[in-house]
């Protein structure tokens, strides 16, 4: 059984405090090997998973690029404690959240940590935890909505398996004001007659509690980022009213959007740097296990957990085109998105070969991170 100490907190609407931050400002800095577009990348998934075969092995997994984004986060807020919670996969034989013996050299599971903490946030996490996955759900901004829209934006490829959102529509409430000029000449005054008249006080008409409305659909992107302070300094990334942050996002790791479920957590991610994904070993074959075992376990670990976070009632699975007809034994939705987790951590894991990701990453901030977007 999966363990899951989660924060403690009343319901709290992205809507009403929307206000808190909602600017952002990006400047794009090095992007060799990145296409002006972002490309789907849904036949990686869709077209292999009939077969039973991810290829983690195709060249359009191999990292030749990076493109670095300076994103400047503009608040209002001041520093709070961020509600962060923690999970720890019922995969591994000891699924405690505490560890016997306190490790005050394992840094690593807070490499996310400046992203929080450089807007205000506090991001407090005990020394005697080992979670794989850390998770927040505030003080909320909306510029984290913009962030994971930006960087969805400027990624090279990406496996959607949800609808896009729809247009936002005007209010009509400027064509009301508008209307209001124009109208003036039709309005009626009330006689005096009426006025004067006595007649007993009306009572107020009953009125109707109004009815919530529904929650607004949100979706979930999950991507490879890695982090680097700005003019090399985290001290110069926490400005006050600011976060300005450098975003590096390579070409070779596709991100992927999925439907969020009503409280899917604000941004989260793994406790692996790229560092330690690098020490994982892939499978020599398309189709075969590896030999350890322990890129199979990363997979289901983030899997398990984001299985918490989807709402799979709004999957959107198209059905792929089988050659041989053999539509006997179709991929279900959590093959498909099993395949795509598979896709992201093998191609995190390739990209120790690129020479680009050495120069410019710091594998100790990097790492598989979620964003909840609209």
Not at 162 to 167: A, L, S
Not at 201 to 210: C, I
Not at 297 to 317: A, K, M, P, T
Request: with cysteine; hydrophobic share 40%; proline share 10%.
């Amino acid at each position: 059984m999966a363990a899951v100490a989660a924060p403690v907190m009343g319901p709290v609407s992205d809507v009403v405090v929307g206000s808190l931050g909602d600017t952002i400002l990006v400047e794009l800095g090095l992007h060799g090997g990145f296409e002006l577009t972002t490309k789907v990348a849904n036949d990686l998934v869709f077209d292999k998973t009939i077969k039973k075969v991810i290829p983690i092995h195709s060249k359009r997994l191999e990292t030749t690029g990076v493109k670095v984004l300076l994103i400047t986060l503009q608040h209002k807020s001041t520093m709070a404690d961020a509600a962060l919670g923690f999970y720890r996969s019922s995969l591994h034989p000891d699924a405690s959240l505490f560890a016997t013996v306190k490790d005050y050299l394992a840094v690593e599971k807070g490499w996310f940590a400046p992203y929080l903490f450089a807007s205000a946030r506090r991001p407090i996490i005990p020394r005697s935890m080992k979670p794989d996955i850390i998770f927040c759900h505030g003080p909320f901004l909306s510029g984290d909505y913009r962030i994971g829209e930006t960087l969805l934006k400027e990624s090279a490829s990406v496996i959607c398996l949800c609808d896009p959102p729809p247009p936002t529509t005007p209010t009509p409430q400027e064509n009301a004001q508008h209307g209001d000029h124009i109208n003036l000449k039709t309005l009626s005054l009330p006689s005096i007659s009426n006025l004067l008249s006595r007649s007993r006080t009306p009572s107020p008409e009953p009125e109707l509690a109004s009815v919530p409305q529904p929650p607004v659909p949100r979706r979930l992107v999950i991507l490879l980022v890695g982090l680097k302070p700005h003019r090399k300094l985290w001290s110069l990334s926490a400005r006050p009213g600011e976060s300005v942050i450098n975003y590096i996002l390579l070409n070779g790791c596709p991100a992927i959007v999925i439907p969020a479920k009503v409280g899917a957590p604000l941004v989260a991610w793994d406790g692996l740097t790229l560092e330690q994904l690098w020490a994982v070993e892939l499978p020599e074959n398309e189709g075969t296990p590896s030999v350890s075992g322990k890129f199979e376990g990363v997979v289901d670990v983030l899997f398990e957990y984001i299985d918490l976070c989807i709402n799979w009632e709004r999957v959107r699975v198209p059905e792929p085109e089988d050659p041989s007809g053999d539509t006997d034994n179709p991929s279900s939705p959590k093959d498909i998105l099993k395949g795509a987790v598979a896709l992201l951590v093998a191609a995190a894991i390739r990209s120790k070969s690129s020479k680009e990701v050495k120069k410019e990453v710091d594998i100790d901030r990097s790492g598989i991170a979620m964003w909840r977007i609209p």
